[in-house]
């Protein structure tokens, strides 16, 4: 794996949140001109089959969703993302954190964030082998070539998923991550649209309820996910293998 090759292709954090707040089309307005004010601006528009409204910017480069989770559900949520960035995350984590700030202009009364998540994706090049799960099978993983023979069958590509609980605290043997108990799911795989690139997806949970003055912070856990990403997972892809 060629670690200066590294691409985002993906950056996302969602917050969901109770009570629900007043989304009414007088208050998404006021939420969009807010945007606007801090130079975010969309040229799609869509309503949320639940409520709410999703604002889109052309080509998949940014992505904000707020509204119920569900019809009449207890709970909502703000959805940021860039399906496609085109950029470096310190540019995102910028407009994520504008975004946040004009969400709690419109709405300014008392909530509790009750979960979050966040999800980063990566392309990677590989050095010889040139097929990135070739690398992933015989390189990281020491497995032998004919190994996969006995399928009958040729194989394009696979990777790995590994899930790790939150942990505890010390009593239990187990610390805490800088933003609470968290769980990740790991996924380490070829890329089917081209097979030199090794996919990295990185998904974090924290399914623990905040206290009612802890604001979203869209900055540390992007921040948190991208660590773990570029130095955790980078140790891992590139321990020796002789």
Known sequence: MIEDTRIGLHFGVNFVFSPPVLMDSVHLRQFEGAMAERLIEFDLRQARPQGGMAFRRSEGQLEVGVGPVGPGAPIAQLVIRAPQPRRLLEEFVGEATEIVDAFYRVWDRPIRIVARDCTIRHLY??????????????????????????????????????????????????????????????????????????????????????????????????????????????????EPTG
């Open 125 to 238: 090049a590989v050095h010889e082998p040139a097929h990135a799960f070739q690398f992933l099978w015989e390189n990281r993983l020491k497995q032998q070539p004919g190994s996969l023979e006995v399928f009958g069958r040729q194989v394009l590509g696979g990777g790995l998923r590994l899930v790790m609980p939150a942990m505890g605290g010390s009593e239990e043997g187990g610390v805490h991550g800088p933003e609470g108990p968290e769980t990740i799911e790991l996924k380490i795989e070829s890329y089917l649209r081209d097979s030199s690139k090794l996919y990295v997806d990185v998904a974090f949970q924290w399914p623990t309820p905040q206290a009612v003055e802890k604001r979203m912070d869209a900055k540390s856990l992007l921040e948190r996910v991208h660590a773990f990403a570029v130095n955790e997972v980078v140790r891992f892809l590139q």
